[in-house]
């Protein structure tokens, strides 16, 4: 397998910026896209204050943060992944969306290009389906933040070929990533375990069984969590909790995955967590 020397990332959030800064740490040229200007320049400097904490801890030089950030290109045309062997998809976790952005990507990027997805829960399969190339269709679902945390869970959707599977694997590696592969079904592993957890946890809330400091206090301290369930849904995004609950309830067609009613009128009500100073707890 050749070097991977230049990709593309579709999306300039949280994940995006996070994905373009990990490839263009370890030396591989970005294309960072996004049609908002003030998503793309916001999403810049991210990059840019990520690294400058980096400096700050001696981590890597101000030269190492200087080149980092000139390796990541933006750009608001999506036709400027020009021939990306890697384009990794990190937009709204919407599916019709998500199925248009690789249906262009298909008519845009070289028949060699392997077409990645971000998504946190939504079917391989179902995006792949709106390409030409299913085989070169596949899950790359990074944490957040991805500069930090090493796992990416590599899925596979009912067409993806060993090869594009191999390929994601060895690159996932060369950025010093622990890939761990899974199958396409709802949530995968991580928000198959992960998302109830918080589900149950808020249903505690609501019921009354204890208030939000205690509900995370027992799991840090009684679980070894880092971080209570309660402050990991208002760093993930409420919002982001609820849609994935979603698709594991349409997915999987069980009760026991249904949205507790209080999620659905913390996100009702603009409570999304961190990104707006407010969820569970305030950020202000």
């Given at each position: 397998?050749?070097?991977?020397?230049?990709?593309?990332?579709?999306?300039?959030?949280?994940m995006?910026?996070?994905?373009?800064?990990?490839?263009?740490?370890?030396?591989?040229?970005?294309?960072?896209?996004?049609?908002?200007?003030?998503?793309?320049?916001?999403?810049?400097?991210?990059?840019?204050?990520?690294?400058?904490?980096?400096?700050?801890?001696?981590?890597?030089?101000?030269?190492?943060?200087?080149?980092?950030?000139?390796?990541?290109?933006?750009?608001?045309?999506?036709?400027?992944?020009?021939?990306?062997?890697?384009?990794?998809?990190?937009i709204?976790?919407?599916?019709?969306?998500?199925?248009?952005?690789f249906?262009?990507?298909?008519?845009?990027t070289?028949?060699?290009?392997?077409?990645?997805?971000?998504?946190?829960?939504?079917?391989?399969?179902?995006?792949?389906?709106?390409?030409?190339?299913?085989?070169?269709v596949?899950?790359?679902?990074?944490?957040?933040?991805?500069?930090?945390?090493?796992?990416?869970?590599?899925?596979?959707?009912?067409?993806?070929?060993?090869?594009?599977?191999?390929?994601?694997?060895?690159?996932?590696?060369?950025?010093?990533?622990?890939?761990?592969?899974?199958?396409?079904?709802?949530?995968?592993?991580?928000?198959?375990?992960?998302?109830?957890?918080?589900?149950e946890?808020?249903?505690?809330l609501m019921?009354?069984v204890?208030?939000?400091?205690?509900?995370?206090?027992?799991?840090?301290?009684?679980?070894?969590?880092?971080?209570?369930?309660?402050?990991?849904?208002?760093?993930?995004?409420?919002?982001?909790?609820?849609?994935?609950?979603?698709?594991?309830?349409?997915?999987?067609?069980?009760?026991?995955?249904?949205?507790?009613?209080?999620?659905?009128?913390m996100?009702?009500?603009?409570?999304?967590?961190?990104?707006?100073?407010?969820?569970?707890?305030?950020?202000?």
């Amino acid at each position: 397998m050749s070097k991977l020397e230049r990709i593309a990332v579709i999306g300039a959030g949280t994940m995006g910026n996070g994905i373009a800064q990990t490839f263009a740490s370890y030396g591989v040229d970005v294309q960072l896209v996004d049609v908002n200007d003030a998503a793309l320049q916001k999403g810049m400097a991210a990059i840019e204050k990520s690294l400058g904490r980096f400096v700050k801890k001696d981590k890597i030089s101000q030269a190492d943060a200087d080149g980092i950030l000139a390796r990541v290109k933006p750009s608001n045309k999506l036709e400027d992944v020009g021939d990306a062997a890697l384009v990794v998809e990190a937009i709204v976790e919407r599916a019709d969306i998500k199925r248009d952005v690789f249906s262009q990507l298909d008519e845009i990027t070289p028949k060699t290009s392997i077409l990645a997805t971000n998504t946190s829960s939504i079917s391989i399969t179902e995006i792949a389906a709106a390409t030409q190339r299913p085989d070169k269709v596949i899950g790359m679902h990074f944490m957040n933040p991805v500069p930090l945390m090493a796992l990416v869970e590599v899925i596979r959707g009912q067409e993806t070929s060993d090869e594009t599977t191999a390929q994601v694997t060895a690159y996932s590696e060369a950025v010093g990533k622990v890939p761990v592969e899974a199958n396409d079904y709802p949530g995968f592993v991580s928000n198959r375990v992960l998302m109830p957890m918080i589900n149950e946890a808020v249903y505690c809330l609501m019921e009354g069984v204890a208030e939000k400091e205690a509900i995370d206090t027992v799991m840090k301290l009684g679980m070894n969590h880092p971080m209570g369930p309660l402050t990991l849904a208002d760093l993930i995004g409420l919002d982001v909790c609820l849609d994935i609950m979603n698709v594991l309830h349409d997915g999987l067609g069980d009760s026991k995955y249904r949205p507790c009613p209080l999620l659905r009128r913390m996100v009702a009500a603009g409570r999304l967590g961190r990104k707006v100073k407010k969820g569970f707890y305030d950020y202000a």
